[in-house]
T-cell receptor, first 116, second 113 residues
């Protein structure tokens, strides 16, 4: 079974631009979570989607948004990029369910975003 | 808020030896999950081992085992017969209720040949 895939793997943008990152979960997984990893703040939770609905949200500004499609693929968007948005963005998928929301998460290889 | 603490920023071990990485967490919940993930230089986050809080038996996966002390809120990882491929950042993580992992700061493990 194929693992979690993320595209693109690397991105370079300038301040003020916007960016969209994509994540395809493991087949059969319906929950997709996004994390930001930086040297200073470590790993921080952005949001989680389940069945096309945002189920949980971390403490990030509204410039960070996401969505999930009917095939469980998810996209994350960052508008008006700032230098501090430079980070590794990790996506994770899990089986998840409404009855049992907590489950093991499997991660993709990440997208390295550099903001100049 | 739940927190996870890894007090060892760096550890090193000789190849074939055993090493233990420490992790403590803070929660008022009784039902939760704990994980150890490894992140090699490729930056891919790989699941090492998982422990459900309601299980008293410590989880094991081949050379990897945990010492789960629920009352002490401690969750250490033991790596036996260390191999060069074990070199990575190791993250302890907690999850409860929602699909929101809370990570520790990580421990960088070096394997000396």
């Amino acid at each position: 079974k194929a693992g979690v895939t993320q595209t693109p793997r690397y991105l370079i943008k300038t301040r003020g631009q916007q960016v969209t990152l994509s994540c395809s979960p493991i087949s059969g997984h319906r929950s997709v979570s996004w994390y930001q990893q930086t040297p200073g703040q470590g790993l921080q939770f952005l949001f989680e989607y389940f069945s096309e609905t945002q189920r949980n949200k971390g403490n990030f500004p509204g410039r960070f948004s996401g969505r999930q499609f009917s095939n469980s693929r998810s996209e994350m968007n960052v508008s008006t990029l700032e230098l501090g948005d430079s980070a590794l963005y990790l996506c994770a998928s899990s089986l998840g369910s409404r009855e049992r929301p907590t489950d093991t998460q499997y991660f993709g290889p990440g997208t390295r975003l550099t903001v100049l | 808020a739940q927190t996870v603490t890894q007090s060892q920023p760096e550890m090193s071990v000789q190849e074939a030896e055993t090493v233990t990485l420490s992790c403590t967490y803070d929660t008022s919940e009784s039902d939760y999950y704990l994980f150890w993930y490894k992140q090699p230089p490729s930056r891919q986050m790989i699941l090492v081992i998982r422990q459900e809080a309601y299980k008293q038996q410590n989880a094991t996966e081949n050379r990897f085992s945990v010492n789960f002390q629920k009352a002490a809120k401690s969750f250490s990882l033991k790596i036996s017969d260390s191999q060069l491929g074990d070199a990575a950042m190791y993250f302890c993580a907690y999850i409860q209720g929602a699909q929101k992992l809370v990570f520790g700061q990580g421990t960088r493990l070096t394997i000396n040949p």
